[in-house]
């Protein structure tokens, strides 16, 4: 086991040891906001290098290595970034990939809040893979003297593949310091009207400028199906956010539909899936529909292209006339709020207040 160096604190003196026993030092509290990562730029090779890490990351792959590796090495990495750097390039914001321009927002917008609560929380964004990493994240934290540390992965639905590998990436990172610090988890929070709130009254705000379309597609992303059968409770999970959001929305069970979307690779993966549904539903005549993503907390290339732009343009060639994709709760300021309030929750017992 290599340990990364402790930070030295440098005495007053200027000398650089430190004296013992050690001065008290009050530890503080950190919070990472992780979210999937992303490619640092929309090109090829650097979304060859996303793909790669995040592809051979036996949680979200799980077929042996070696059956794997030239599957990933071959047809995937050698297309699969080609394809998709056009993609990318048409939803590219000024400061970077949407996912992590948004996730940097939400950890300055959780930040202020606290702090305006007089709260002394650091609060840093950590990518599973890519740029910031977790890591990075944590040993900043460390490194300003957080002995205490809630780890929130950005998914509301829990799933192996994102929530789970997120615990062990922070573990692992753990498992390298010497003076560890106390470590928690945020599990999920599916049906938490901290998160559900602020997505409905987004909606009804909507609604009520625009007016209400025949449908509510509520779109979440997909899994193997087998994961599923493994014990993933995530399809649970995306159901019953369903559930809870058409309630608050009044909805009954004909005014709404659950899809699952962005399925990868040939095997089956939870249906029904969205882009040939909301394309029957189109030739059916359901010609005016509203998709949200309840699943994505900020928007990315699975929301603004997938389906914003590809479904978008798949139901409109199938009949369908009006077509709104209600973007994700990204930094909105309700959701700051709720977020902010789910965060602090978390931190009972810990030192936030800041000695009088
Ligand atoms: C919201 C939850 C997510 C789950 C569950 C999830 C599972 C999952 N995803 C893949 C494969 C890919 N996902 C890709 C992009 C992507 N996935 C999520 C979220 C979840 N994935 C997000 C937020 C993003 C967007 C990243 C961005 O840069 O904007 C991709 C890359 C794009 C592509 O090649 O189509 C892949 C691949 C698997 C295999 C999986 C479960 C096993
Ligand atoms: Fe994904
Ligand atoms: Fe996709």
Not at 37 to 66: C, H, M, N, Q
Not at 143 to 158: F, N, R
Not at 256 to 277: D, H, I, N
């Amino acid at each position: 086991m290599r340990f990364w160096p402790e930070p030295k604190r440098a005495r007053a003196d200027g000398k650089r040891f430190l004296t013992w026993p050690e001065p008290f030092v009050r530890p503080r509290v950190g919070v990472v906001l992780v979210n999937l990562g992303t490619p640092e730029a929309p090109t090829a090779p650097a979304i060859r290098k996303y793909l790669r890490e995040f592809l051979s990351d036996p949680r979200v792959i799980e077929i042996p290595k070696l059956l794997w590796w030239p599957i990933l090495n071959g047809p995937i990495l050698l297309a699969r970034p080609r394809k998709l750097a056009p993609r990318y390039q048409s939803i590219w914001m000024e400061g970077g990939s949407p996912l992590l321009v948004y996730t940097q927002r939400q950890t300055a917008g959780v930040q202020r809040i606290l702090s305006d609560r007089g709260l002394d929380v650091q609060v840093e964004t950590g990518m599973r893979y890519g740029k910031p990493s977790i890591q990075n994240a944590m040993l900043k934290l460390r490194d300003s003297g957080c002995e205490h540390i809630l780890v929130v992965p950005m998914y509301p639905q829990y799933a192996s593949s994102t929530t789970a590998t997120v615990v062990d990436e922070a573990t692992r990172v753990a498992g390298h310091m010497r003076n560890q610090p106390a470590l928690r988890f945020v599990k999920r929070f599916h049906t938490d009207p901290r998160f559900l709130q602020p997505l409905a009254d987004k909606i009804s705000a909507l609604w009520q400028a625009q007016g209400r379309p025949q449908k509510l597609v509520m779109s979440f992303h997909g899994l193997p199906r087998q994961c599923v059968d493994m014990g993933d409770p995530y399809c649970r999970d995306s159901y019953e956010t369903a559930r809870a959001l058409a309630a608050l929305l009044g909805l009954n069970d004909d005014q709404y539909l659950v899809t699952f979307q962005s399925r990868f690779g040939p095997a089956k993966w939870l249906e029904p899936y969205t882009e040939p549904t909301l394309e029957k539903l189109a030739q059916q005549g359901v010609t005016e529909i509203d998709v949200v993503c309840p699943g994505f907390l900020a928007d990315c290339l699975e929301t603004l292209e997938e389906i914003s732009i590809e479904v978008r343009e798949t139901f409109l060639h199938a009949g369908g006339k009006q077509f709104r994709y209600i973007p994700a709760l990204n930094d909105d300021p309700a959701w700051m709020l709720g977020l902010a309030d789910l965060v602090e929750s978390q931190l009972q017992g810990w030192p936030t207040r800041l000695a009088k």
